[in-house]
């Protein structure tokens, strides 16, 4: 079998939901966008709703439906682009929850569809999304009146603790909410970490949940195995992959291993990723193609079956830092040819 085969903890990723809950001492919703992550939107969302998560949020109505058809009638599904032309059947027969990024999306839904559920998000400060402090003073009598679920915005620097802007959106989120009779919703993962002043009643960890930064503690929950396809000795001189991206100095024993940027390894790994083999860290070779990458066995005792390029040895955010990149862009570009198993849950 020449494919990977990435292996995602879901007893881990329960554990890492359940951990972040505990922290935060109010609800943990889980963010499931992005097909989870890239670790599959299905057998996540049913192992955390199956340990009790009841809010669940993507970034579109198409992935709400998708995640409808895998949980069922019962969870609530919030969509963070709102109500979009379009997406009126889908949110109305899937009973999905737009959260609603303006007067537009306010009114669009307030027409379509009355009485269905929505929720509000408002900008404090990122401008990506959400309704502005003036645009929500003129609307929040009329959008109140219609008994919104929940009440949100999102925080641009979380990730960095120390940053001044973390403080100045949560005065802006309480300056527009304090005092609404509300459910609220400011932090994901990073939000999270920052105390209690930022978990209101509800958090929406993403990357925290699939071991990812900035939650150091978090377990890891992706693993990634590349079986060797073919194994060569190079002499002193020869060069390796296209364009001769690697030159052997010395004698050199090359394995070659299926998977490449097709499958989400991102051509800046290029000479930069490590493999393990157990403990043993095995340089990538050269040039990233499509389909395979080259590494450096000399120093292995044995020709390996396989190496782990994801695994306790060396997490997503290694190895994006090797990339030049973050842990949510490696998992979100995890490929469709691996094979995929899920143990625990
Ligand atoms: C993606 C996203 C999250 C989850 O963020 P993480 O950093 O992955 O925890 C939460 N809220 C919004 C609005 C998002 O777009």
Redesign the pocket.
């Known amino acids: 079998m020449a494919s990977g085969t990435l292996t995602v903890d879901l007893e881990a990723l329960v554990q890492n939901w359940r951990a972040l809950g505990a922290l935060a001492g109010t609800e943990a919703g889980a ?1 499931v ?2 097909d989870a ?1 890239g670790l599959g939107v299905g057998p996540v969302s049913r192992a955390l709703a199956k340990a009790g998560a009841r809010s669940f ?1 993507v ?1 579109t109505a198409e992935e709400a439906a998708t995640l409808r058809r895998e949980l069922g009638d019962g969870p609530t599904i919030y969509i ?1 682009s709102g109500h979009m032309a379009g997406d009126t059947d889908m949110i109305g027969d899937l009973s999905l929850v737009p ?1 609603l990024n303006s007067i537009d999306q306010l009114q669009r839904h307030l027409e379509a569809l009355p009485g269905a559920p929505f929720g509000v ?1 408002l900008d404090t400060g990122m401008n ?2 959400g309704m502005e402090p003036a645009e929500w003073a003129a609307l929040r009598d009329l959008a109140l009146a219609q008994g919104p679920s929940l009440i ?3 925080l641009s620097s ?2 960095e603790p120390q940053s001044a802007m973390n403080a100045l959106q949560l005065r802006v989120f309480k300056d527009m909410t304090d005092g609404i009779d509300v459910p609220r ?1 400011l ?6 970490l920052l105390g209690p002043d930022y978990h209101f009643d509800l958090v ?7 071991g ?1 930064a ?2 150091k503690e978090a377990l890891p929950v992706a693993y990634l195995e590349l079986p060797v396809v073919q194994v060569r000795d190079v002499e002193a001189g020869e060069s390796v992959g296209y364009n001769m991206g690697y030159v052997a100095r010395q004698p050199r024993r090359v394995a070659t291993l299926s998977a490449g940027y097709a499958d989400g390894l991102i051509r800046a790994l290029s000479g930069k990723a490590k493999l393990y083999y157990g403990q043993r860290e095995c340089a990538l070779l050269g040039r990233v193609s499509m389909d395979l990458i080259t590494v450096d066995i000399t120093h292995l005792p044995e020709v390996p079956a396989s190496l782990t390029l994801l695994g306790r040895q060396q997490g997503v955010d290694t190895l994006a830092t090797a990339a030049g990149t973050i842990g ?1 862009e490696i998992l979100t570009s995890l490929g469709a040819r691996y094979t995929r198993r899920y143990s625990g849950g």
Request: hydrophobic share 40%; proline share 6%; net charge positive.
């Open positions: 963010v966008k992005a992550y949020f970034a963070f959260l998000q990506r999304l949100m915005s999102h979380a990730d919703s932090a994901a993962t990073g939000g999270t929406r960890p993403g990357v925290g949940l699939y990812g900035p939650y949510y």
